[in-house]
């Protein structure tokens, strides 16, 4: 199922989904993009090369919180959290979709199940949008990602630079049962196609293949003594990372009353790893920095057979320092010309 | 309520509860009940599975549970007060709840070692969970080939378990040599260190599995003379520990290499410990 939307009724569009739940989309916040609820009168930035935080958080939100209790008399209470609406996740791009991907290996696909990832994964319909202007940032051809297909979304969207207008193809039954709409707002494409159809990025150099391979038995490896000392252990790279899904635990309250709740957490912060005894396993930034790139790079190729990477280019974006996964890469040998 | 929501934990009350020890890092012995009739019958655990128990509004912690499945419908757990949780939870006694969820990780495997003698070495808190192997194969006596136990602290005040080792010794299906490292009065056990005991006692590695667990210090000299007594990578066993939050794989912190110590542990054959780079940082 094809339709196109024409670029005047894109508003309408917002609109219509927006009162079928809660619509997510890429919205400009002064200088930069993030993936967040549409309100009207947001200005809306399908044309912009990736949102400055990636989309993770419509599944695995930076707080959430799981259970409350409250002690009524001898009696205690336990209740859920909040209860989860229908999300429509509109312009997610490829390499992000790839990294949900990676996510649902680790919260799905391994026993047990994650309940409230799934819940959330369940009742989003994500539309993703073709990439046709990657930034100089971007580097997903590396892994092997096609910026102008979307295996996995529910509906892949393509938008025409010239007219501004956007076809919808529907990839599933949930991507499908979006676009049976309004005929007025979306029409029927009659063999049209948007975009180019070929969008390459840039590669830095980079070379992959056997790298993970070759990372085993590297634990001891001298570049890791100079890798990590221009880190600042600001923990950005974790915080703006598609790929990045560590977690706290925490209550808040007292015995009366009060919450469970989890939040986003970070290997990069000392604390990741501080037993209450005073031990730390990882107790510098260098052990830090070895066991983010590591997990990336060899640790969840090992488990899931590809690297933790799907190249939006945030990590280089932000990193105040640029040790990005690109520094990582070749400092520990994956060029094109280099012999390992 | 996801009633699938594998966060989200079940009560229990505590029965009894005593100290084993004193000090600062006191640990006390909690003997906990579920409260649901149901969750007491469908619990299920192996000796070297843990469980996060927690206080509401303080938090969770991964603690070893230190009783034997054949021990009955109820669960034991051995907390040294040691941080923010672990200290809330020596402020509860008799009647008060905490919350549990598990059991978690891998177990020993105690089945695969039936016709084996079973030689257990710990040290300090690290006979918890030891203790659910020597209650197990107690329980199932016939089907093991031996159980010798050898177990040391600081100080006799610092021996976890005192009131069980008396009747133990008097078993002569099972020998039980307790150690502590400096001489005290009216002590009339070992005096010295774990592995030198180990090394005095000169176990026969022939059909033995060894199992270790104690602080890292110890353990890597036990190691070291299981090695010098002959015994075989395959067969020594310890356990890792590890900050934990979530129990199930999926929080990211404690992992040693590709492995987590929550799931693919805590138990690891000495075997495939060796080649992980992290298992003992």
Same mark, same amino acid.
């Given at each position: 199922m094809k339709k196109i939307v024409t670029a005047d009724k894109l508003p309408v569009?917002?609109?219509?989904?927006?009162?079928?739940?809660?619509?997510?989309?890429?919205?400009?916040?002064?200088?930069?993009?993030? *993936?967040?609820?549409?309100?009207?009168g947001d200005e809306v930035a399908l044309d912009a090369p990736t949102s400055a935080i990636s989309p993770k958080d419509i599944f695995f939100p930076r707080e959430e919180t799981y259970m409350r209790?409250?002690? /009524?008399?001898?009696?205690?209470?336990?209740?859920?959290?909040?209860?989860?609406?229908?999300?429509?996740? *509109?312009?997610?791009?490829?390499? !992000?979709?790839?990294?949900?991907?990676?996510?649902? /290996?680790?919260?799905?696909?391994?026993?047990? +199940? !994650?309940?409230?990832?799934? !819940?959330?994964?369940?009742?989003?319909? +994500?539309?993703?949008?073709?990439?046709?202007?990657?930034d100089p940032f971007c580097f997903c051809s590396v892994f092997g990602i096609d910026p102008v297909s979307a295996p996995g979304a529910d509906v892949i969207a393509h938008l025409d630079r010239q007219s501004g207008n956007l076809m919808l193809e529907a990839q599933t039954v949930k991507g499908e049962a979006l676009l049976k709409g309004d005929a007025s707002l979306l029409t029927e494409a009659n063999g049209q196609s948007y975009g180019p159809a070929l969008v390459k990025t840039a590669d830095f150099g980079l070379k992959l293949s056997g790298l993970s391979e070759n990372l085993k038995g590297r634990f001891e490896d001298p570049a890791w003594d100079k890798l990590y000392k221009s880190c600042l252990g600001c923990g950005v790279c974790t915080y703006v990372c598609p790929t990045c899904y560590c977690f706290d635990v925490e209550d808040y309250g007292h015995e009366m009353a009060g919450e469970r709740f989890r939040c986003w957490d970070s290997c990069m912060y000392g604390q990741f790893t501080l037993m209450a005894g005073g031990h730390n396993p990882r107790p510098s930034r260098k052990e830090r920095i070895r066991?983010? *790139?590591?997990?990336?790079?060899?640790?969840?190729?090992?488990?899931?057979?590809?690297?933790?990477? +799907?190249?939006?280019? /945030?990590?280089?974006?932000s990193c105040p320092v640029n040790l990005d996964i690109v520094q990582a890469i070749i400092a520990l040998g994956g060029e094109q010309n280099v012999q390992r | 309520?996801?009633?699938?929501?594998? %966060? #989200?934990? %079940?009560?229990?009350?505590?029965?009894?509860?005593?100290?084993?020890?004193g000090g600062d890092r006191c640990i006390k012995t909690f003997k906990v009940v579920f409260d649901d009739p149901a969750v007491r019958d469908s619990w299920?655990?192996?000796?070297?599975?843990?469980?996060? #128990?927690?206080?509401?509004?303080?938090?969770?912690?991964? #603690?070893?549970?230190?009783?034997?499945?054949?021990?009955?419908?109820?669960?034991?757990?051995?907390?040294?007060?040691?941080?923010?949780?672990?200290?809330?939870?020596?402020?509860l006694e008799a009647g008060d709840k905490m919350t549990v969820r598990g059991p978690y990780g891998n177990s020993f495997p105690v089945d695969d070692w039936q016709g084996k003698k079973i030689l257990t070495i710990g040290g300090g808190i690290g006979q918890a969970p030891l203790r659910p192997i020597v209650e197990f194969v107690k329980s199932n006596r016939e089907k093991y080939a031996g159980l010798t136990m050898i177990y040391g602290a600081r100080s006799a005040g610092d021996l976890c378990f005192k009131g069980e080792f008396d009747q133990m010794s008097k078993r002569d299906d099972l020998s039980c040599h307790l150690t502590i490292d400096i001489e005290e009065e009216g002590w009339d056990h070992n005096v010295g260190f774990v592995p030198q005991m180990l090394l005095d006692l000169n176990p026969s590695p022939e059909n033995t599995i060894a199992v270790t667990c104690g602080p890292p210090i110890m353990i890597r000299f036990v190691l070291e003379n299981l090695k010098k007594l002959g015994f075989s990578d395959e067969q020594v066993y310890t356990t890792l520990e590890n900050r934990m939050k979530c129990g199930i794989g999926k929080c990211g912190r404690?992992?040693?290499?590709?492995? %987590?110590?929550?799931?693919?542990?805590?138990?690891?054959? %000495?075997?495939?410990?060796?080649? #992980?780079?992290?298992?003992?940082?």
């Open positions: 569009l917002w609109s219509h989904l927006a009162g079928q739940g809660k619509l997510l989309l890429p919205v400009k916040e002064g200088p930069t993009v993030l *993936f967040k609820e549409w309100t009207a209790y409250r002690c /009524r008399g001898p009696v205690l209470e336990l209740s859920a959290g909040e209860e989860f609406e229908p999300v429509t996740a *509109f312009g997610v791009h490829p390499c !992000d979709l790839k990294a949900f991907e990676m996510l649902d /290996r680790v919260y799905l696909d391994q026993d047990p +199940v !994650d309940e409230l990832y799934r !819940d959330r994964r369940a009742r989003t319909t +994500v539309v993703a949008l073709a990439c046709f202007a990657p066991q983010r *790139f590591l997990h990336k790079l060899q640790y969840y190729p090992e488990t899931y057979g590809e690297i933790a990477c +799907v190249g939006c280019g /945030r990590c280089l974006r | 309520m996801t009633a699938d929501n594998p %966060y #989200i934990p %079940y009560f229990a009350t505590i029965e009894d509860s005593w100290f084993e020890t299920n655990h192996k000796p070297g599975q843990c469980a996060m #128990i927690g206080v509401l509004g303080e938090g969770e912690s991964m #603690i070893s549970i230190s009783c034997s499945p054949t021990e009955g419908k109820f669960l034991r757990f051995s907390v040294m007060k040691m941080g923010k949780v672990t200290q809330a939870l020596h402020k404690c992992n040693a290499g590709c492995m %987590y110590v929550c799931k693919d542990g805590p138990v690891f054959s %000495y075997s495939v410990l060796k080649d #992980i780079p992290e298992a003992f940082a």
